[in-house]
């Protein structure tokens, strides 16, 4: 099959990496709003370049990823969908809630499947943990905890238009709760700290999160999340019951020591999510490919990402106004 990818910078060159060298991907053709940077990545990875995105969809594809600045998303996924193509496409589907829902409806109209890029859910700790919650060997679940803590805060340009931390940044934690647990969230109560960069209070912004999500069942999960964690980078979720405990995501790249005598990570620390993920990364792109190639539902639809931006919206208006909000508040 021939395949698009639209966005050449660090996450859709890797991407083109990896389809690159998937069975059953014939052709792998790059385009970037910046000519020049899919040419540099196309001749890197000895793949083919396109004139610019829009030349893509005139390439003969069999399917397209979507790896281009948020703001890109929407209208890309939407007219590949409304042209039959397949669509990969990172996180988020949409910039803000509005057009999330319409991609959604636009997706559902077409027919087409669409697999969104929550990666957690392909990553083994994640779905080991899954698989234990669903054993039953855990007991009922009474406690999630998740976290994920950035090494280094990202460039002051990009934080007034992330969409905040609990929707740029917490929005994995929130889909992996409900992944691993397989509930939903119906409320939340979030709060939020600056310590850090002046640019993060500039943008209405916090440097610092936490939230406590109530699933429908009654367990809680607690998720934080920080910019600030030069020991490395650091994602992990932990499931409690009333029989037991798994961790995600602990192991020897973990940057955290205890703080007495015990078990210390062998190192080196994770540095970032490319290199955290690298496995998720490339599971996610097989399944997608299959699903290409087999016709088979998408693994992660867009209805799935419109449910962790629900709670990651309700997040938000928790930490403005300081109290708890349900999650049938923002549903739209």
């Given at each position: 099959?021939?395949?698009?990818?639209?966005?050449?910078?660090?996450?859709?060159?890797?991407?083109?990496?990896?389809?690159?060298?998937?069975?059953?991907?014939?052709e792998v053709v790059v385009a970037d709003a910046d000519p020049r940077r899919a040419r540099e990545a196309a001749d890197k990875l000895g793949v083919r370049a396109a004139a610019d995105v829009g030349a893509l969809f005139g390439a003969g594809l069999d399917a397209l990823v979507v790896a281009a600045p948020t703001d890109a998303h929407a209208a890309l996924v939407v007219r590949a969908a409304r042209a039959g193509l397949p669509v990969f496409v990172e996180k988020p589907v949409a910039a803000g809630?509005?057009?999330?829902?319409?991609?959604?409806?636009?997706?559902?109209?077409?027919?087409?499947?669409?697999?969104?890029?929550?990666?957690?859910?392909?990553?083994?700790?994640?779905?080991?943990?899954?698989?234990?919650?669903?054993?039953?060997?855990?007991?009922?679940?009474?406690?999630?905890?998740?976290?994920?803590?950035?090494?280094?805060?990202?460039?002051?340009?990009?934080?007034?238009?992330?969409?905040?931390?609990?929707?740029?940044?917490?929005?994995?934690?929130?889909?992996?709760?409900?992944?691993?647990?397989?509930?939903?969230?119906?409320?939340?109560?979030?709060?939020?700290?600056?310590?850090?960069?002046?640019?993060?209070?500039?943008?209405?912004?916090?440097?610092?999160?936490?939230?406590?999500?109530?699933?429908?069942?009654?367990?809680?999960?607690?998720?934080?999340?920080?910019?600030?964690?030069?020991?490395?980078?650091?994602?992990?979720?932990?499931?409690?019951?009333?029989?037991?405990?798994?961790?995600?995501?602990?192991?020897?790249?973990?940057?955290?020591?205890?703080?007495?005598?015990?078990?210390?990570?062998?190192?080196?620390?994770?540095?970032?999510?490319?290199?955290?993920?690298?496995?998720?990364?490339?599971?996610?792109?097989?399944?997608?490919?299959?699903?290409?190639?087999?016709?088979?539902?998408?693994?992660?639809?867009?209805?799935?990402?419109?449910?962790?931006?629900?709670?990651?919206?309700?997040?938000?208006?928790?930490?403005?106004?300081?109290?708890?909000?349900?999650?049938?508040?923002?549903?739209?």
């Amino acid at each position: 099959m021939r395949i698009g990818l639209a966005g050449a910078g660090r996450i859709g060159t890797a991407h083109a990496e990896t389809l690159r060298a998937l069975p059953g991907v014939a052709e792998v053709v790059v385009a970037d709003a910046d000519p020049r940077r899919a040419r540099e990545a196309a001749d890197k990875l000895g793949v083919r370049a396109a004139a610019d995105v829009g030349a893509l969809f005139g390439a003969g594809l069999d399917a397209l990823v979507v790896a281009a600045p948020t703001d890109a998303h929407a209208a890309l996924v939407v007219r590949a969908a409304r042209a039959g193509l397949p669509v990969f496409v990172e996180k988020p589907v949409a910039a803000g809630l509005a057009g999330t829902v319409e991609v959604v409806a636009a997706v559902r109209a077409a027919g087409v499947p669409v697999q969104v890029g929550f990666q957690r859910r392909f990553d083994p700790g994640h779905v080991a943990a899954r698989e234990a919650v669903r054993s039953g060997r855990l007991g009922w679940v009474h406690t999630v905890r998740s976290c994920t803590l950035d090494p280094a805060p990202p460039p002051d340009e990009y934080i007034a238009g992330s969409g905040g931390l609990f929707r740029d940044c917490s929005v994995h934690d929130f889909d992996a709760v409900r992944f691993v647990t397989g509930r939903d969230v119906v409320e939340v109560t979030a709060t939020g700290a600056n310590r850090g960069s002046a640019a993060f209070a500039e943008a209405g912004d916090v440097d610092t999160g936490a939230a406590m999500l109530t699933l429908d069942d009654g367990t809680l999960a607690l998720v934080s999340a920080s910019r600030y964690n030069a020991a490395g980078y650091d994602v992990r979720l932990e499931v409690l019951g009333s029989l037991g405990g798994v961790a995600a995501g602990l192991d020897d790249g973990t940057p955290l020591s205890p703080a007495g005598a015990g078990l210390r990570p062998a190192g080196p620390p994770h540095t970032g999510f490319l290199e955290r993920f690298a496995d998720a990364y490339a599971a996610e792109l097989r399944a997608f490919v299959r699903m290409v190639a087999d016709g088979t539902d998408s693994p992660c639809p867009p209805e799935e990402s419109l449910e962790a931006f629900y709670v990651a919206e309700a997040c938000e208006i928790s930490r403005r106004e300081r109290r708890a909000v349900t999650i049938e508040e923002v549903r739209r």
